[in-house]
């Protein structure tokens, strides 16, 4: 470990002071503090934001699902407003991490985590995203967990959170506050897709704070659920998932929702999926339909084109365990 400062505030105000002189926000720190071990990041300051007032989940005027940044991935997966309305939320944060990470991370922290590809985490490797202009080491390195989709000449790094894809399948809100007030980002242009900056993650200004994440209110009833395929069953990343929500109503799917993981650089929305739904009445062959569209656009890397198929049967299988089997 290097030398640095940090320093504990107690309101938003003492927070974005010192975040506009450069510190760098941390909360749960259970990425920040890893990758600080590994010299990977070498903040100067960090600025313990923790004390802030930001661990509510509460349900808006307009009937949608504000979870605070700064509540914790276990409390929001057991908050019963969110087990209730969105079980898509609560399922993904469940089949996140281990349960001592879930009790420590915040929501706020966990869409804010960054790549585990092990290149990025290899100060001796080339990464553009960790040192610009350096290389991606895993372009034609070991590439079998990384992105087939949004993915650049610079960067092929998958984004890791499961929550994000939940909060870009329902179509979240990103809350934020900074030095000119406060604004409020759609979720699926929150993460950036790596284009020839990868190292250029979210869309977040000199010292803005994630306030909270607004869900919509969504038409009722609303079934959805959260999927993930990983090599082991436990605390391990996604090879793919799919968060899924739907709205039938008189047998017809009036809305539909759809975003995966696992295999693009953001958390990938499916419009392509979803228009293929909507007006349909559900059976197992639209839902194997609909599931062809899902890697649309798609480039494998060498060792990671078993992912295309993976997400055809991970998005048909999602789809027929929310909407049912006919
Ligand atoms: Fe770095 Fe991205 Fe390449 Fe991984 S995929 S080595 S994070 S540039």
Not at 23 to 29: E, F, L, N, P, T
Not at 40 to 64: F, K, M, N, W
Not at 109 to 121: A, D, E, L
Not at 286 to 296: H, N
Request: hydrophobic share 40%.
């Amino acid at each position: 470990m290097y030398p640095f400062s940090f320093t504990k505030v107690s309101d938003t105000r003492e927070a974005l002071d010192a975040g506009r002189r450069g510190g760098r926000y941390i909360a749960g720190g259970t990425t920040l503090v890893d990758l600080m071990r590994e010299t990977v990041e070498r903040p100067g300051t960090l600025v313990d934001i923790s004390a802030l007032p930001l661990r509510e989940v509460t349900v808006t005027e307009r009937g949608g699902l504000r979870i605070g940044a700064l509540v914790r991935m276990a409390e929001a997966a057991a908050d019963p407003k969110v087990r209730l309305s969105y079980p898509v939320v609560s399922q993904a944060l469940e089949l996140s991490a281990s349960a001592q990470l879930r009790n420590m991370a915040t929501i706020g922290g966990n869409i804010m985590q960054r790549t585990r590809c092990t290149y990025f985490r290899d100060v001796t490797a080339a990464c553009n995203k960790r040192e610009p202009g350096s290389g991606c080491a895993a372009t034609h390195g070991v590439n079998r967990t990384h992105a087939i989709l949004g993915t650049s000449d610079s960067c092929v790094a998958t984004h890791p959170s499961d929550v994000a894809v939940a909060f870009a399948a329902l179509e979240a809100t990103v809350h934020l506050v900074g030095p000119d007030g406060e604004r409020q980002v759609p979720f699926v242009d929150f993460l950036l897709r790596p284009g020839s900056t990868p190292q250029r993650e979210h869309a977040l200004r000199n010292g803005e704070l994630i306030t909270a994440v607004e869900i919509p209110a969504l038409p009722r009833p609303l079934k959805s659920g959260y999927l993930k395929v990983r090599d082991r069953q436990s605390y391990e990343f996604a090879l793919t998932s799919a968060a899924i929500a739907l709205h039938i109503r008189g047998g017809v799917i009036r809305e539909a929702k759809v975003a995966v993981g696992g295999v693009g650089t953001v958390p990938w929305k499916l419009p392509a999926v979803e228009h293929h739904l909507i007006g349909e009445r559900p059976t197992d062959a639209l839902w194997a339909e609909a599931a062809e569209r899902a890697a649309d656009g798609a480039r494998p890397l060498e060792h990671n084109r078993f992912k295309v198929e993976l997400l055809k049967r991970t998005v048909e299988r999602q789809l027929r365990i929310v909407g049912g089997s006919k």
